[in-house]
């Protein structure tokens, strides 16, 4: 039995076929595709979604002192001059952030080797901050896969491949 399904593609397009899919598929929570794509899709999927559970706790909350630079009600920023010199003025600011264990970050880049980035959209945060409790306590099985209809084109089996 094969690893996986070549759908008749050559490797690169392979690859780049199933990481959009993916992307589309943790972005908007479904997606319509045939079934022989969506089989190899869902493989991929649930693999980052329990990666992402095992390491949805793994960080640290540290507080850090940040300089940031003093704007005025126009949101420019504040300047005084300074031995014949415009100097920007900055505020020190305590700030709480998340910093990743070694595992965590090992999870995590290991999901940016798979998915598209998105503009404005961190799709790694929002598998661990928004999947990853929701399917915590369950024991894989995170999509479904409902039959739709045959494509009108070329027959092909059309499915709807979603998240649980």
Same mark, same amino acid.
């Given at each position: 039995m094969a690893k996986y399904r070549k759908l008749s593609r050559t490797s690169s397009q392979r690859k780049a076929l199933l990481r959009?899919?993916?992307t589309q598929l943790i972005q908007h929570g479904k997606i319509v !595709?045939?079934?022989a794509k969506a089989k190899e899709v869902k493989k991929i999927a649930e693999g980052l979604?329990?990666?992402a559970i095992r390491e949805k706790d793994n960080f640290d909350e540290v507080t850090v002192t940040a300089k940031v630079a003093r704007k005025d009600k126009d949101g420019k920023r504040v300047k005084e001059v300074v031995d014949g010199k415009k100097?920007?003025?900055y505020?020190? &600011?305590q700030k709480t952030i998340k910093k990743d264990q070694p595992s965590r970050l090992h999870a995590r880049r290991q999901m940016l080797k798979v998915l598209? !980035? &998105?503009e404005g959209e961190d799709l790694c945060k929002k598998l661990f901050e928004e999947y990853a409790p929701k399917y915590a306590s369950r024991n894989g099985g995170y999509t479904r896969i409902v039959k739709i209809a045959q494509r009108k084109g070329d027959g092909a089996l059309e499915v709807l491949l979603e998240l649980v």
């Open positions: 959009g899919q993916v !595709t045939t079934e979604i329990a990666a100097v920007t003025v505020d020190e &600011v598209y !980035t &998105v």
